[in-house]
């Protein structure tokens, strides 16, 4: 099994940052990619990055591209989500994935709010 820990969402003003780091612990063999989804409320969960573990590919929505940039530290078995010039769109409770070929992870969400 596979525990994700989120942590760095807050509230912040329009075109500011943050940054969101995602722990995975437990038993980590196999988990070959790792990612960001979000969902605001009454909307469906929508991806927002991915990366490979080996690699280090990456994927964005296209609502985040040349904003948000995810990144991993495999040594500390932890991802990051640096999120520049946020919107008020970008609010939403911000998740951490983790895929294994049979199975799919989820971290309980950390709340990012962006003022307008």
């Known amino acids: 099994q596979v525990q994700l820990m989120e942590s760095g969402g807050g509230l912040v003003q329009a075109g500011g940052s943050l940054r969101l780091s995602c722990a995975a612990s437990?038993?980590?063999?196999?988990?070959?990619?790792m990612g960001w989804y979000r969902q605001a409320p009454g909307k469906e969960r929508e991806l927002v990055a991915t990366?490979?573990?080996?690699?280090?590919?990456?994927n964005y929505a296209d609502a985040v591209k040349g904003r948000f940039t995810i990144s991993r530290d495999n040594a500390k078995n932890t991802v990051y989500l640096q999120m520049n010039s946020l919107k008020p769109e970008d609010t939403a409770v911000y998740y951490c994935?983790?895929?294994?070929?049979?199975?799919?992870?989820w971290g309980q969400g950390t709340q990012v709010t962006v003022s307008s």
């Open positions: 990366i490979t573990r080996a690699g280090g590919r990456t």
């Open positions: 994935n983790a895929e294994k070929q049979y199975s799919m992870y």
């Open positions: 437990g038993f980590l063999g196999g988990l070959n990619v």
